[in-house]
């Protein structure tokens, strides 16, 4: 049902006397945009690659043809508007169920990283484990993290998640946030960093132990001033979140402060940036004593 009221919604747009002629071939990308996304997903065509390439005019058309509104759009196509972001995070964000004996390696694996000494920030602490030879950072002014290695449980997990979620094992490095006071949380943001290494956004799996808390995603712009539209997944440590190249184009994501005041954790597989390459990819590196 998603797949055609997004499909109905292009062809709409397409039909709108705003929009001008476009020509046969942007009209042919249309509609395999429209009717194919597996496929582009699974070829990495994230929206900043699409930005870029022959669909550039039509992403303009449509954010143009999205911000004329008032700040009162007719109810009709909001709705409209809010199942296509539904349909957009269903194929670019997936969650699952794990095996209850995983959920019990989690745990042990979130205690084993509890004795490793955590990077303090105000609304939380975190420590990256992996490759010895790669880092990750995010903001110019942040200070890299170089990967510890990784230990055995974190390892055994990977390895017993690997026929679930089969792109685990490309994701050797595992960013390990820890929220341990009630307001602690993360503000929404995207895992983009390491474009120019990667040539997309971050691919991401999160595992999570500890008390359980509030994932919450929301589109990177929001057509719905006086009715935002936030998706929210209750982490536990029975789930797996997988966030797709394209999933972390289109949406921002958060994790929200809770009224409990057990500690939490996020387990984020992903890829790490080589430090050599790094130093010549990333200018703001340089300077950074490593």
């Not at 109905?8 to 747009?13: D, G, P, Q």
Request: hydrophobic share 40%; proline share 6%.
């Amino acid at each position: 049902m998603l797949n055609q009221t997004f499909i109905s919604e292009i062809v709409y747009a397409l039909r709108c006397t705003k929009l001008p002629s476009l020509s046969t071939n942007i009209l042919t990308l249309i509609i395999e945009f429209a009717s194919t996304p597996a496929l582009i997903i699974m070829a990495s065509r994230t929206q900043r690659a699409l930005r870029a390439g022959p669909l550039a005019d039509v992403s303009q058309i449509i954010l143009s043809f999205a911000s004329d509104f008032s700040t009162s759009p007719k109810l009709s196509l909001k709705e409209v508007s809010r199942d296509s972001w539904l349909w957009l995070f269903f194929y670019t964000i997936r969650i699952d169920h794990i095996p209850h004996d995983t959920c019990e390696n989690l745990e042990l694996a979130a205690t084993h990283v509890h004795t490793v000494s955590f990077r303090e920030r105000r609304t939380w602490s975190f420590q990256l484990f992996g490759r010895p030879d790669h880092l990750y950072f995010w903001g110019t002014r942040m200070r890299p993290l170089i990967a510890n290695e990784s230990p055995s449980s974190l390892k055994q997990i990977s390895d017993s998640l690997s026929s679930l979620f089969p792109a685990l094992p490309s994701l050797p490095e595992c960013l390990v946030a820890r929220y341990e006071k009630p307001n602690h949380n993360l503000r929404y943001h995207q895992d983009n960093e390491g474009r120019e290494y990667y040539h997309m956004a971050e691919f991401l799996i999160l595992l999570f132990a500890g008390s359980p808390r509030k994932l919450k995603f929301k589109p990177y712009f929001s057509m719905y001033p006086d009715r935002e539209l936030v998706l929210t997944i209750q982490c536990s440590n029975n789930i797996g979140v997988q966030v797709s190249p394209l999933g972390n184009e289109l949406f921002l994501h958060s994790k929200a402060k809770s009224d409990c005041s057990d500690p939490s954790m996020t387990l984020a597989f992903r890829r790490g940036v080589s430090i050599d390459k790094a130093r010549l990819l990333y200018p703001h590196l340089k300077s950074r004593k490593l």
